[in-house]
């Protein structure tokens, strides 16, 4: 049976990426900081869906905890790898510490290059292999280190997919905008002014994400809405959209 690698595999959109390749019958590498979360999922999902579940707690923001992942990426079982591993900051530029955003971008990137690279070299060799990278709509937009890192995650997985084109290896940007998950709490974001239209459910997001990835698509946006968002955006001037991109965020933060 394939395995499957999940970063953030311990809530939100981590999880329902589990759910849904467990249901696909993928045995599955959970990785995440909390090892006893992580556990109860592995345990729930051995017993729900008969396959296995093993546990991988590992801080990505550590080059010891990216190393493990990395190493086990590496193994010829590998047939998926899930960068979904991520978080966001309450503040606008100055306001956030710079110890804070350099986390950020050792979670969005460097982890994300690194286990990409691991679990892509195997997988070229074999002719056969998915990677989802968990990007954001966010990347469309300016919205500080956050969606500058984003931004990255999409260029860097075209990229990637690009190089990699006829090895029978498929590479998709996985883009979702406001989704029902914990993202927001941990940030210490209010959310309450969102429309309740903007907002997706997790496992839906999941699976147009691997729908698109199964059609060979580069990019995943998941939800009409989101779809007409990132297409106007493109339309108007970059100026601008910088500027409602601000405006907005100040309003999805408390304090």
């Known amino acids: 049976m394939a ?3 999940v970063t953030g595999a311990s809530a939100g959109i981590g999880a329902a990426f589990v759910r849904r390749l467990a249901r696909e019958r993928h045995d599955l590498v959970l990785v995440a900081r909390d090892e ?3 556990a109860a999922l592995a ?3 051995r017993a729900a869906y008969g396959v296995e579940a093993e546990v991988l707690a590992a801080d990505l923001a550590t080059d010891e905890g990216v190393a493990r992942v990395e190493e086990r990426a590496g193994r010829a079982d590998v047939a998926m790898l899930v960068n979904n591993a ?5 503040g606008r530029f100055l306001q956030v510490p710079v110890a804070d955003e ?3 971008v050792r979670v969005h990137v460097d982890a994300v290059l690194r286990l990409t690279t691991a679990a892509v070299r195997g997988m070229t060799e074999r002719g056969r292999g998915d990677v989802v990278n968990v990007a954001s709509v ?4 300016p919205r500080g280190t956050y969606g500058a890192s984003k931004a990255w995650v999409v ?3 075209e990229a990637v997919r690009q190089d990699v084109a006829g090895s029978g290896v498929r590479v998709l940007a996985l883009c979702p905008g406001f989704t029902h998950t914990e993202f927001h709490d941990r940030a210490g974001m209010d959310m309450s002014g969102i429309p309740r239209a903007l907002w997706l459910d997790a496992d839906d997001v999941v699976a147009e994400g691997l729908a698109d990835l199964r059609k060979g698509r580069a ?3 998941p939800g009409w809405q989101y779809k007409a968002l990132v297409g106007a955006g493109r339309l108007v001037p970059r100026r601008l959209a910088g500027r409602v991109s601000t405006r907005s965020g100040r309003t999805f933060r408390k304090g």
């Open 219 to 221: 990019v995943s946006v």
């Open 102 to 104: 350099l986390t950020m």
């Open 36 to 38: 006893a979360r992580l």
């Open 138 to 141: 966010a990347a469309f937009f």
């Open 155 to 157: 260029s860097f997985s």
């Open 3 to 5: 395995t499957a690698i």
């Open 86 to 90: 991520g978080f966001g900051h309450r």
């Open 43 to 45: 345990k729930e999902t």
